[in-house]
């Protein structure tokens, strides 16, 4: 019995965490597969294989094109991560960096060469947090050596007021000799 | 010389008259600061208990009074040393009055505006998150270095000067036999007898100070400017920005300035060394300041009005003829053209038109920093309806807290260090009274050139 009921789960969810998941439309069958696993900030590689429904053969040049459902400013609207074309093998690999942690539904349309009618499937990304930098930004300009330029003018002014301190003391120590404490 | 003596006498007595008599006023004006500080305190809890939502900041108008508070203050700072900084590289003979005031502004005001982005934070414990995670390409980073180099800088440049002053009040205490005081002062005066090598070492430190701190407090109100034009939004989006607040920092800290030496002129009865001479004199420095703003004001606005995309467009509609209108025209008519012409009108050139032009400027000045955060922040960076903002009672009583934080610290200061440059202004007098004398022994004679700052 728990050996039939294991075999129950693994036929549901083995597609689901593993991410492949059949379909067939437009005499084609598309396969997708993610990992299992991915994580924010990292690239997630997400394959698309389109097979022939007659004969099995694999379909080149058919285009494939991946939908995320966002939600931003309290609207929720599909946004496209990636487009691609499979190649001699049917195969077309998509890179995906998730931005969101949680379960995500990847929305997967694909359309053979010569029509005009796409097909779509669907499969479930389960992102997990991290806490990586997300976006670096590359504009603004380069300056040869960095941040030391600036650590460098920091650290002769602190020296100069380091002097002065030593300039203090200096003053106390001399203190013993005779003199006026005014100007008078 | 007796005269000169005389002079030296009551010049003691006026410096020292603060620290050994203390009236009822005085006690009443630090309690009325204290409660408005401690209603400021309780408004903080508030804040700290709720978040910010307390306040009128959301997440478009992200910035409001606080950052205001902390420009208009980091601003006035350079009342103070910058000034007196560039008074003694240019020996101004007529400084030495305003040099000490100039520099305790400085430092209050550094202490209160470095407050205003704590407060602007609603958790304190992020500060910390400026030493973790911060990177040097940041401007805030830039800030936070500026303006500590900028204090500690300011804190030097202060005490040096005071130095011979500490020591005389000293002296001054043990004759009066207050020993507890004289021992404060003895420890201040880290063992001042003003001997020769002393004297030149003293002379060696403020020359290096004096030339060191006019860089540091440019690059402090530059890398300040920086944190609004750093960021891309149009309002913001100026290659002048650094040295327009650099200028306008200098003018409300003129402003500030004269306000200070009004008040305690009046308070401690100072009309001998703070004669009108020295409010006219800072005037017309008031007023050179504001022909620069009249000429960065019309550059700013020119050139990005000539062009006039769709974003400042909608800037100049709010500043000239919208929501800001008023407070944008009293800014320019009241703060950027009045204030020279009460100065530079001779029926109005005295203490008075002076001090009234001072308090234009720094009303127009703190107005002019309102604009530049609030009114800059409601541009719409996406076509949405552009979000308004009004500052809540906690922030109006922070504010108010804040002020009166900056009114208590330069009372508590006058209660407890010398007014006064006492020895600077005897040197002057003394440097007169000779001039003087080789004037009346030969007349044709040229005229000496002054002593420099900490004397050989």
Redesign the interface.
């Known amino acids: 019995m728990s050996a039939f009921f294991a075999a129950l789960v693994a036929i549901v969810l083995i597609p689901l965490f593993a991410g492949a998941t059949p379909a067939r439309a437009n005499h084609g069958g598309i396969q997708l597969s993610v990992p299992g696993s991915a994580t924010i900030g990292a690239p997630l590689e997400l394959m698309a294989q389109i097979m022939s429904t007659e004969d099995g053969t694999p379909i080149v040049g058919a285009s494939v094109t991946v939908e995320y459902l966002a939600e931003f400013g309290g609207e929720r609207s599909f946004v496209v991560l990636g487009r691609g074309i499979t190649d001699e093998e049917g195969v077309a690999n998509l890179r995906i960096e998730p931005r969101v942690a949680g379960e995500h539904e990847l929305r997967v349309f694909y359309s053979l060469p010569g029509e005009d009618t796409a097909a779509v499937e669907s499969i479930t990304v389960n992102v997990s947090d991290s806490d990586i930098q997300q976006y670096r930004s590359e504009s603004?300009i380069h300056i040869f050596g960095?941040?030391w330029i600036?650590?460098s003018v920091?650290g002769t002014?602190?020296l100069?007021?380091l002097?002065?301190?030593l300039?203090?003391a200096?003053?106390?120590?001399?203190?013993?000799?005779?003199?006026?404490?005014?100007?008078? | 010389m007796e005269a000169v003596?005389g002079y030296?006498e009551r010049l003691?007595h006026t410096a020292v008259a603060p620290i050994v008599h203390t009236g009822r006023l005085y006690y009443v004006w630090v309690a009325f600061l204290l409660a408005i500080i401690a209603w400021g305190v309780y408004a903080y809890s508030v804040q700290y208990r709720e978040g910010l939502v307390v306040t009128g900041m959301r997440d478009r108008i992200l910035w409001g009074l606080y950052i205001t508070n902390f420009v208009f203050f980091i601003g006035i700072s350079h009342a103070g040393t910058l000034i007196s900084a560039i008074l003694r590289v240019s020996q101004a003979a007529w400084r030495t009055p305003v040099t000490r005031m100039a520099e305790f502004i400085t430092a209050v005001a550094l202490a209160v505006g470095g407050l205003q982005p704590i407060m602007d934070l609603g958790r304190p414990d992020r500060v910390l998150n400026v030493f973790i995670h911060g990177r040097?390409?940041s401007p805030v980073i830039?800030d936070l270095?500026s303006i500590t180099?900028y204090f500690?800088?300011s804190v030097?440049y202060l005490?040096?000067p005071m130095?011979?002053?500490l020591?005389?009040f000293?002296?001054e205490m043990r004759k009066r036999g207050s020993g507890r005081r004289a021992r404060l002062y003895g420890l201040m005066?880290?063992?001042?007898?003003?001997?020769?090598?002393?004297?030149r070492?003293?002379g060696?430190?403020i020359t290096?100070?004096m030339i060191?701190i006019i860089p540091?407090a440019v690059s402090v109100h530059t890398v300040v400017s920086w944190i609004f034009a750093m960021t891309v939004r149009e309002p913001w989006d100026s290659t002048i920005f650094g040295p327009f607040f650099v200028a306008g920092a200098i003018f409300s800290g003129i402003a500030v300035l004269i306000v200070v030496m009004a008040i305690l002129r009046k308070a401690y009865h100072l009309e001998e060394y703070i004669q009108e001479k020295h409010f006219v004199y800072l005037g017309y420095l008031l007023a050179a300041m504001a022909m620069i703003m009249i000429y960065a004001n019309l550059a700013e606005y020119i050139t990005t009005g000539y062009k006039l995309n769709e974003d400042s467009e909608f800037h100049f509609r709010q500043l000239f003829a919208g929501r800001f209108a008023v407070l944008a025209w009293y800014y320019f008519v009241g703060g950027l053209l009045l204030p020279p012409l009460l100065i530079l009108l001779p029926f109005t050139r005295n203490m008075k038109g002076v001090l009234v032009a001072a308090v234009l400027v720094v009303v127009a000045m703190w107005i002019e920093r309102y604009l530049i955060v609030v009114a800059s922040l409601r541009v719409p960076l996406m076509p949405y309806e552009p979000s308004n903002y009004a500052p809540t009672w906690v922030e109006l009583s922070l504010m108010a807290a804040s002020f009166a934080l900056f009114a208590l610290l330069i009372t508590l200061f006058v209660k407890l260090f010398p007014i006064l440059a006492?020895?600077?202004i005897?040197?002057e007098h003394?440097g007169r009274a000779e001039e003087a004398v080789n004037s009346e022994r030969a007349p044709s004679g040229g005229r000496a050139a002054p002593e420099p700052a900490g004397g050989s």
């Not at chain 1, 200096?170 to 008078?184: E, H, K, L, Q, Y």
């Open positions: 603004g960095h941040e600036l650590i920091v002014v602190w100069v007021l002097a002065v301190a300039g203090i200096d003053i106390a120590r001399n203190g013993d000799a005779p003199g006026v404490s005014s100007a008078s | 003596s030296y003691v040097w390409q830039w270095v180099t500690t800088a030097v005490f040096l130095l011979p002053d020591g005389l000293r002296d005066a880290i063992g001042w007898t003003g001997s020769p090598g002393q004297r070492r003293l060696l430190a290096i100070m060191l540091i006492v020895w600077e005897a040197e003394e």
